[in-house]
Structures are given as C-alpha cells and as structure tokens.
C-alpha cells in the first residue's frame, strides 16, 4: 500500500510538472545588418567597352541577416558619385537580382548611363568613370535595406543608347465635351497608315475625331486616359483652325472653342529629335459616301456625296440617298463611307455601321460589305458611335 502511494505520488507530479513545458520558438531572428561589401572587380582598370560587351559582372557579399535569407539585389549607378536625387544624378537599373554573383546587363547600363549624362548624340561615345553600388533587401519582406559601399569603375565606354522615341499609338480628346471624365473621354481614331504592320516606322502618327464642341468647351488631348503629365493643351501644339471653331487657349493652358458645333479635329504627331512635336487642325465635319453608293458612283471625294451635319449634339449625320439597290456582296455592290484628309486615301479612314454600331477600318483590312436599299440613307451618330441604315 505505502509503494502504491508513493508510485501515485511521483505520477501525479510528473503530469502536473509536463503543462509547464512551453514550445520552444526556433524561428531565426532578423538582424539589421551594418556591413554590405560589394568587391572591387578584378579588371577594374581596363576599359568597359558597353556597346561591345553584354554584361559587367559584379559581386558582393550577402549582408548579415543573422540568418541564410533570399536577399534581393539592385544596381545603382552615377556619373558624379553624387547620391541625392534618383532622377537627375543616379539611376536605379531596372533589372533585379536574387545572388552575390551579378551580371548586369550592359544595353541597360548604357542606356541608364546615356540618360545621365544629358549629352547630345553627336557627343557620343565618350569614356567616364562610373561610380557603382548596390542595394539590398530581404527578398520576401522587403525589410532590412541597405546599401553598399560604392565602386568606381575609371574606364567605361559609354555609347549612345536611349531608346527612340516614338509617336504615340493612341490619342484621347477629353474636355467639357464628355464632363471631363477621361473614362469618358473621345478616343481619336487612327489612320490606316498608322500602323507598322502598314509600314509606319514611329516617326509620325495622325488621329482624327468627329466631335461637337460646346461654346466656350475647353479640352486636352493625351495619349493615355489620365492626368499622367502628358496632356497635351494650347500651348502644346500648333494649332490650324479651317472651320472658323475659334480656338484659343483658358487661363490653365486648355484648348477652347468659342463657336460651338461639329468639327473633324485631327491631330498629327511627329518626332523631332527626342521631342513630339503635335499639330492639331481644325476642320469643317465632311463626311461622304464613295464608290457606287455614292450619287456620283465613282471612287472620288465628292461635295454631291456629302452627308447633311447635324444642327445639335445629339443629331445624326445623314447620306444622301441610294439611287439603286446594293446588294452588299462586293466591293462596289455596298455602303462605304470615309473622311478626308490630307496625305491620306480615302479608305485610309472609311468606317460603317454594323448592327447599329459605327466601326472604323483604322489600320485593319477592308470592312465586310452592308448593302441597302434605293432610297435608304446611312446615319451616323459620331458621339456614340452608333448609326443606322433606312
């Protein structure tokens, strides 16, 4: 019985004694680290020729975490060992690396380089130090940044490496005409020959759009749907007004149209050196039929084939009438309506109405045929893009 008391005892001591043992945490501990060496590269004194080479390659050693950790790398580099503005006296090469051993590419090197110098082309190319260092960060986190001590490299061969700057493939009108919502906003239509697949080579791009303009409307035109920098006002521009729309420029720098109406407003954009250069032109809203649906039945931008405008902004632009039926099964046998416009063919900008919906050809291949009835009229509504055919 005393055994049996005791044994009990030493159980029930033992049971009690197990709760009061806790978990051990062995999850590691992160340490913000104070030393991040990148090395000096063994060649550091021959010539880095960028436009020759594909890459530079760099190492380093990984900061002291506390811990083994995935540590994210990023090159900065300067032509002035001047770190205070990430804009105009370093850049951050976009690439990003995940090991100690570094190849950086050297297109992008030069051409973050090439930035940097704000040299003109014709300077190029030219031999400068480099001054180099690294950022680093954990990779999952993003915590524990540091930056390395810095690298001059003395012989860097820099040639010119900017990209081109091109003409923008997409142009916006926003304004009072759509209560300034660029969500909103008039999407300008291409020409045919705006595309590279129809030989464009980014120099020069026209858009063009059929729009009613209040009295007193202001707008900007952009290549993108916001207020991103890149809007485009009065003063932005040369501006040719043909349709007595009476443009001038409002205290905050927007197109305005003192005579409200319908206008084709088209806006050419070419490159002149690293600058877009916009003209934006103004013009009475001509809108024709051609081919054998047209009262001339020729292939000719004709007054006689001229759609009658609209008196009001919600109107609808109307064709003359079809003399004989078209069968719509060919190309003559159809509705085929375009714009005019300069330097342009006229199927450079046709457009029709399927289903009720006005669909321009811009830079694609020929429309599918609609035919209609003697008699019938085309109508266009350019602010919905709608339309019908009676």
Known sequence: MKKFNILAAVLMAGSLAFPACEKQDNSPVMQEPTVFVLNTPAYVNTTYDLENSTSLELTCSQPDYGFTAAVTYQVEVSLTDDWTDPETTYAVLGTTYNTARINVDAADLAASLTALSGKDESEFPFITEVYVRLRASLTVSGKGEIVSNVVVLPNVRVHYALPPVNAPEEMFINGQCNGWDWGASFKMVDVWTNSADNGNDGSS??????????????????????????????????????????????????????????????????????????????????????????????????EENRFEVPAAADGM??????????????????????????????????????????????????????????????????????????
């Open 317 to 390: 632009f109307k064709s003359p009438a079809l003399a004989a039926d078209l069968a719509g099964t060919d190309e003559d046998g159809c509705f085929r309506a375009c714009i005019k416009l300069d330097g342009q063919e006229w199927w450079h900008t046709e457009f029709m109405v399927f289903d009720g919906v006005l669909k321009f050809r811009s830079t694609g291949g020929d429309q599918d045929r609609v035919g209609g009835k003697a008699g019938q009229s085309l109508y266009i509504n350019f602010t919905d893009e709608t339309g019908d055919i009676k």
């Open 205 to 302: 791009r026209t858009f063009w759009r059929i729009a009613w303009m209040p009295a007193d409307g202001g707008f900007k035109i952009n290549s993108a749907k916001s207020w991103n920098g890149d809007e485009v006002g009065f003063a932005g521009a040369s501006v040719t007004d043909n349709a007595n729309a009476g443009i001038s420029a409002s205290d905050d720098g927007n197109f305005v149209v003192a005579n409200e109406g319908w206008y084709l407003i088209v806006v050419n954009i070419s490159v002149s050196g690293r600058d877009l250069v916009y003209n934006v032109t103004f013009n009475e809203p001509a809108v024709y039929l051609i081919g054998l649906s047209a009262p001339s039945g020729t292939w000719d931008i004709l």
